[in-house]
């Protein structure tokens, strides 16, 4: 017999013979009292004696719960449960059920809203922000259950892998009503410093016996910015997952792509593929003048210039805009210039889906120049 703990039941037995099962406890379902059972055959098994005959059920192999065959014999309980009784030899044995517990739900709770940083992304259970240049400082989800209330003792959080819960400081539940409420968490409390991949997961069941509780996630990207010598700082919204392409900063290393170049991997900046903007930026040591810039494209079967982008100047307070791209065919280089501006930063800022159309989800760059 192989005996584990279930997530949302007491305990998992795995049955090949006849096992009596004694002395189990189910104090953490508040009273509800239930086994999930495997077996390959009939099984008897030995309950408490605390339970009530008549009231211990099981679910059977079209999914409804029935009475099980109980006999009391000298004070002993046993139930008889037939492996053809049961579907695919896997059942659910409840041996008492409080009065505010639905036995009839399957299904976990369900998003209303998840919101980031007042941003609503509707009922979803992920949101993936793409890369990000700041994390973000909060973020809620609403949540609900038709049939059941919610079960705050198993609300989880975890933020890049490490464990919260509900008494921890900066996760709040607002308890709207039995079945309903909003799980709040105060991210710029609980993140510490961005990963280059972020994940914050928030877990919460209710009282019924689904298979698993609603799990949420947020996820984000971040590149940390580099450094080049002469001290301007180079940033970009995300890098690809993908290896090979970790050194995006061979935009500005002087090496263009073209059709003899090989593999972009190691001389391109390739953003995350996602729906989200991307951008590049040049920070200055000093404020400078800037007349215009060029991007030169990576090569992979064709040059993947972008579509369209904004080219912005920081004015101390705000992005400005120096050009406005739309509507732009493949070629190596594209070069564009504007009225002089002195300025301590260029940011080219790609809006969503607007890269290479083989690729609109991605910016894709060689070199990037700036003069
Ligand atoms: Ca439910
Ligand atoms: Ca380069």
Redesign the pocket.
């Known amino acids: 017999m192989r005996t584990t703990i279930a997530r949302c039941l007491p305990l998992l037995l795995t049955f090949t013979a006849v096992v009596a099962v004694t002395g189990l406890s189910a104090q953490e379902h508040s009273a509800l009292v239930a086994y999930r059972l495997q077996t390959t055959g009939d099984v008897r098994l030995t309950v408490p004696t605390s339970a009530n005959p008549s009231a211990v059920i099981f679910r059977d192999a079209r999914d409804k719960w029935q009475p099980a065959d109980v006999q009391v014999t000298d004070g002993v309980m046993q139930v008889k449960l037939q492996a053809d009784q049961l579907k695919s030899g896997r059942t659910i044995l409840v041996l008492q059920v409080p009065s505010h517990v639905n036995l009839d739900d399957k299904e976990p709770p369900e998003v209303i809203a998840f919101t980031v940083d007042g941003r609503n992304y509707g009922p979803v259970r992920r949101v993936a922000l793409g890369g990000v240049e700041f994390a973000p400082r909060h973020m809620s989800v609403e949540v609900a259950d038709k049939l059941n209330s919610l079960r705050t003792r198993t609300l989880r959080v975890t933020v890049n892998s490490r464990p919260y819960r509900l008494r921890d400081a900066g996760i709040s539940f607002e308890r709207y009503g039995p079945r309903h409420g909003l799980i709040s968490v105060e991210l710029d409390k609980l993140m510490g410093d961005m990963r280059a991949e972020n994940n914050i997961s928030v877990i919460i069941d209710d009282y019924g016996l689904t298979d698993g509780p609603l799990q949420c996630t947020l996820s984000f990207a971040h590149a940390p910015e580099h450094r080049l010598d002469d001290g301007t700082v180079l940033s970009v919204d995300s890098v690809t997952s993908a290896s090979g392409w970790d050194e995006w900063w061979?935009?500005?290393?002087?090496?263009?792509?073209d059709q003899t170049s090989g593999s972009t991997a190691g001389?391109?900046w390739l953003s995350q593929e996602n729906g989200e903007p991307h951008w590049v930026r040049m920070t200055f040591p000093e404020p400078r003048e800037v007349s215009g810039i060029r991007l030169?494209w990576a090569f992979y079967e064709t040059y993947r210039t972008s579509v369209a982008y904004e080219i912005q100047s920081w004015d101390g307070e705000k992005w400005v805009s120096l050009d406005k791209i739309t509507g732009q065919t493949d070629r190596q280089c594209s070069e564009h210039t504007f009225e002089p501006v002195t300025t301590t930063a260029i940011r080219v800022w790609q809006p969503s889906l607007s890269g290479h159309p083989g690729r609109a989800e991605y910016m894709w760059?060689?070199?990037?120049e700036v003069f």
């Open positions: 061979v935009i500005a290393d002087g090496e263009k792509m001389k391109t030169w760059l060689s070199e990037f």
